[in-house]
């Protein structure tokens, strides 16, 4: 199994900017995909950004594409997520998400970072 810890989070005004963070510990981070979702207050946890084990395939969701940028340090076991111009929408707990089993099915979770935006 593997353990992962977000860290970046915070409260911010529209138009600022955020970089989180996410250390896996446990089973070897190189070997794996790894993801963010966000989870607004009365709705369901979405996609955010994926990014494979080697950094060669990143997929976004359509809302963050321009703003958001996902990618990975393999020898610091840390995946992040740059998160520009941000909006009011953008409001939620993020969490880092590992594909333990390979693809983009993830299956090991963080406890989340809370990300607030205000206009």
């Known amino acids: 199994q593997v353990q992962l810890v977000e860290s970046g989070g915070g409260s911010v005004q529209a138009g600022g900017s955020l970089r989180l963070s996410c250390a896996a510990s446990g089973r070897t981070f190189r070997t794996y995909a790894m993801g963010w979702f966000r989870q607004a207050p009365g709705k369901e946890r979405e996609f955010v950004a994926s990014i494979s084990w080697s950094g060669a395939g990143i997929v976004y969701v359509d809302s963050v594409k321009g703003r958001f940028t996902i990618s990975r340090e393999n020898a610091k076991n840390t995946v992040y997520l740059q998160m520009n111009s941000l909006k009011p929408e953008d409001t939620a707990v993020y969490y880092c998400?590992?594909?333990?089993?390979?693809?983009?099915?993830?299956?090991?979770w963080g406890q989340g970072t809370q990300v607030t935006v205000s206009s």
């Open positions: 998400a590992a594909a333990l089993s390979g693809g983009i099915a993830f299956n090991s």
